[in-house]
């Protein structure tokens, strides 16, 4: 039987490139599916027709061919046609929609990352997302050596990036958790899987419990 939420709720995934936030969250996708809750799991940029060939603008473009204000309003666009196609619909349908990033990757990687005004990118968030915040977000924790040596060969534009810029976004993260304890849960991604895993649900299931019926 589908088991009812009060409504709609928002779960969304960070950490550094290579950190496992795409594993585990098509884990926690199929394991709420098969306790009964409807889930809508996504990912930015993408999943609807303008953000996969702004995804593709973003990561296939040469290096250096996107200042780093293009990049920052290219994702901002994407993300403003995801929630208003994607996100918002499944939440008032009363789903969970689980996201494989979200408006702190922007603040990590166009903030800390490129050097651009985190001010102006809250603005630019709160703009592209007409204020939709998440309820809970998972911040997956892994040192850079780690997040590096995991990471598959053919980089993308974002990913040939070096150590340096990693750190700061890893920092950026960090900082982005202490700023909003109720939000974001830091999650140790260095464990392995299954670990990481239960240190999720432990952190979901009282969150879930006070939402439903
Ligand atoms: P993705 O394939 O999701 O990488 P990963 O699986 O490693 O997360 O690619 C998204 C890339 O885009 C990633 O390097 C982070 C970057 N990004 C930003 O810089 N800003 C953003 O707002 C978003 C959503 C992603």
Redesign the pocket.
């Known amino acids: 039987m589908d088991k009812k939420l009060n409504k709609g709720v928002f779960i969304t995934f960070e ?1 550094i ?3 496992g ?2 594993v585990q969250s098509r884990r926690l996708a199929a394991y709420l599916q098969k306790k009964g809750y409807k889930c809508r799991l996504t ?3 993408g999943d609807c027709a303008l953000g996969e060939e702004l ?1 593709r603008v ?2 296939k473009s040469p290096a250096g061919s996107l200042s780093a204000r293009t ?1 920052a309003l290219l ?2 666009t ?2 403003a046609q995801h929630v208003d196609e994607v996100i918002i619909p499944a939440l008032k349908r009363g789903e969970i929609v689980i996201c ?4 702190d ?2 603040i ?3 903030g800390a ?1 490129r050097g651009l005004d985190i001010k102006f990118l809250q603005a630019l968030n709160a703009f592209a997302t007409d204020g939709l915040e998440p309820d809970l977000t998972f911040v997956l924790r892994v040192s850079v050596a780690t997040s590096l040596g995991r ?1 598959k060969q053919d980089f ?1 534009r ?2 040939e990036e070096g150590k340096v810029f990693f750190s700061l976004i890893a920092d950026a993260y960090s900082l982005l958790a202490e700023q909003n304890p109720q939000r974001i849960k830091v999650i140790d991604g260095e464990a392995d899987e299954d670990k990481v895993f239960a240190q999720i649900c432990q952190k979901l299931e009282p969150f879930l419990a006070s939402e439903g019926e």
């Open positions: 950490g490139d290579g950190c936030k795409s990912f930015e940029p995804r973003l990561l990049e994702f901002a994407a993300r494989d990033r979200f408006i990757s922007t990590a990687y166009q990352g990471r993308d974002i990913e």
